[in-house]
């Protein structure tokens, strides 16, 4: 079945870093593209980036955009957000999901997603 599963979550100091991975499993990794949203008490459910596995495209919210950076490793099907310059407003659940494509176009909305992992920064 199509498992998605989040790891690298943990408290950091605001300044710092970290990276989270996304190991996918029970389809074919290439033929979708993976993103990553987050989502804090009481705010809506964000998304942060995305990344097309099959040509590298990525891209980002404006909220983390020169901060994070999204990449995959499709031998290992997996995907990582590294996470720099954290501040507390990076503060919520991460989450991957998969996103189906057609004709070369990324559907809007994911079909599967993770549990998450939480990201927690001090100020």
């Known amino acids: 079945e199509v498992q998605l599963v989040e790891s690298g979550g943990g408290s950091v100091q605001a300044g710092g870093s970290l990276r989270l991975s996304c190991a996918a499993s029970g389809f074919a990794f290439d033929d979708y593209a993976i993103g990553w949203f987050r989502q804090a008490p009481g705010k809506e459910r964000e998304w942060v980036s995305i990344?097309?596995?099959?040509?590298?495209?990525?891209f980002y919210a404006d909220s983390v955009k020169g901060r994070f950076t999204i990449s995959s490793d499709n031998a290992k099907n997996e995907v990582y957000l590294q996470m720099n310059s954290l501040k507390p407003e990076d503060t919520a659940v991460y989450l991957c999901?998969?996103?189906?494509?057609?004709?070369?176009?990324?559907?809007?909305?994911?079909?599967?997603w993770g549990k998450g992992t939480q990201v927690t920064v001090s100020s």
């Open positions: 999901a998969r996103f189906t494509i057609s004709r070369g176009v990324v559907s809007p909305d994911p079909d599967y």
């Open positions: 990344i097309k596995t099959s040509d590298g495209s990525t």
